[in-house]
C-alpha cells in the first residue's frame, strides 16, 4: 500500500508512455486480486501532492524518526545497527589482543571509522562498551585511549580471579558427575587447536569459552558474567609486554603470550579436565592454582 510520502514522489517525474503502461498494468493487476484500496491510497497520495498538502520536500528523514506521526522504524533496521555495532567491537577486541591496538596509544572513532568501513557512530559505542570493561578510557575531544597494565595490576587480576574461581571449581570437582565434565573435552581441545594456530585472537577466545563452560556448571550467571570480565581485563595485555598470561591468568614478568606459551597453557585445560573426570581434588587444586600463577 503506497503512502503518502510516496505517492508525492511518483507525482515529481514526468509522465512518460512507459510509466502509464506499467501503472495501468499494476491497477489492472490490483483490481484482480482485490488491491482497490492500495490503488485508492497511491491515488490520494498523488492528489495530495499536486494540492500540496503533504509534498516529498517537506516530509523529512528527521521528521519520520522524531515526528509524533512517523511510522515505527522497520525492525529490520534495528537489528542491523546493533549487529554493526557487534561486529565492531568484536573487530576491537581482536585487534586489542593481537596489539594492533597499542597500549597507550589514542584512537579517534572517526579514523577507525573509515577503517572498518563504517560510521563514528557505531565505532564509538563500541568504544563506550570496551571502557567499561576497561579496555580503553575516554580522553576527551580525541578518543579513547588503550590502557596500559603493569605486571602489578595484572598480579591483582590474576589474584582476584583465583580467588573467585578455585573455590567453585573444587566445589564442583566434587559435585559433578565425570560424565558432565567429559561433555567440556570439545572446548578444552579447541584450545589446543587454536593454540597450535598461533593465532593470540582464536585461542583468547577459546580460552573464555571453556572457563565459561566450566564456572556456568555452578548455575549462577552474575559469577559466569564477572569472571569473564576479570578474564578479558587482563587478556588485552596479553602481547604488550606486561606479563599476563596467554589466558590473562599470570602476572609477572614471564607471562604466557608467545606460541609456545599458548600451546602449555591450552594443555593446562586438558590436563585440568582429566582431573576433573578423575575425581582427583588434589591434582585439580595444584592445576587450577598454577594456572592461576601460583596462588593457592
Excluded at 24 to 53: C, I, K, L, V
Excluded at 172 to 180: D, G, N
Excluded at 272 to 294: K, M, N, Q, S, T
Aim: charged residues 25%; proline residues 5%; hydrophobic residues 40%.
Amino acid at each position: 500500500m503506497q503512502g503518502p510520502a510516496e505517492g508525492a514522489a511518483q507525482a515529481r517525474p514526468p509522465r512518460v508512455p512507459v510509466q502509464r503502461a506499467a501503472r495501468a498494468a499494476r491497477e489492472t493487476a490490483e483490481a484482480r486480486t482485490g488491491g482497490g484500496s492500495g490503488r485508492a491510497g497511491g491515488r490520494g497520495g498523488e492528489g495530495r501532492a499536486a494540492r500540496g498538502e503533504h509534498t516529498h520536500g517537506e516530509h523529512t528523514h528527521g521528521e519520520q524518526r522524531h515526528g509524533e506521526s512517523a511510522p515505527p522504524r522497520p525492525r529490520g533496521a534495528v537489528v542491523r545497527r546493533s549487529s554493526v555495532r557487534g561486529q565492531v567491537l568484536d573487530a576491537l577486541r581482536t585487534a586489542l589482543v593481537t596489539g594492533e591496538l597499542r597500549p597507550g596509544e589514542v584512537y579517534s572513532a572517526p579514523v577507525l571509522g573509515e577503517r572498518f568501513g563504517v560510521s563514528a557512530t557505531p565505532v564509538r559505542e563500541a568504544m563506550q562498551q570496551l571502557a567499561l570493561e576497561g579496555a580503553v578510557e575516554v580522553v576527551p575531544n580525541k578518543g579513547f585511549r588503550v590502557v596500559e597494565r603493569g605486571a602489578r595490576e595484572l598480579a591483582e587480576l590474576a589474584e582476584v580471579r583465583a580467588l573467585i574461581e578455585m573455590p567453585v571449581v573444587l566445589r564442583l570437582a566434587r559435585t559433578v558427575p565425570a560424565e558432565r565434565w567429559a561433555e567440556l573435552r570439545p572446548l578444552a581441545e579447541a584450545t589446543v587447536r587454536a593454540a597450535s594456530s598461533g593465532s593470540r585472537a582464536a585461542y583468547a577466545e577459546a580460552d573464555r569459552a571453556f572457563h565459561r563452560a566450566v564456572l556456568g556448571l555452578a548455575g549462577n550467571e552474575q559469577l559466569v558474567r564477572v569472571a569473564e570480565d576479570l578474564q578479558r581485563r587482563a587478556q588485552w595485555s596479553m602481547v604488550g609486554g606486561g606479563g599476563a598470561g596467554a589466558d590473562g591468568g599470570r602476572g609477572g614478568a614471564g607471562g604466557r603470550g608467545r606460541p609456545g606459551e599458548l600451546v602449555a597453557d591450552a594443555h593446562e585445560h586438558t590436563a585440568l579436565l582429566d582431573a576433573l573426570i578423575a575425581g582427583d581434588l588434589e591434582v585439580v587444586r595444584a592445576l587450577v592454582g598454577e594456572h592461576f600463577g601460583g596462588v593457592g
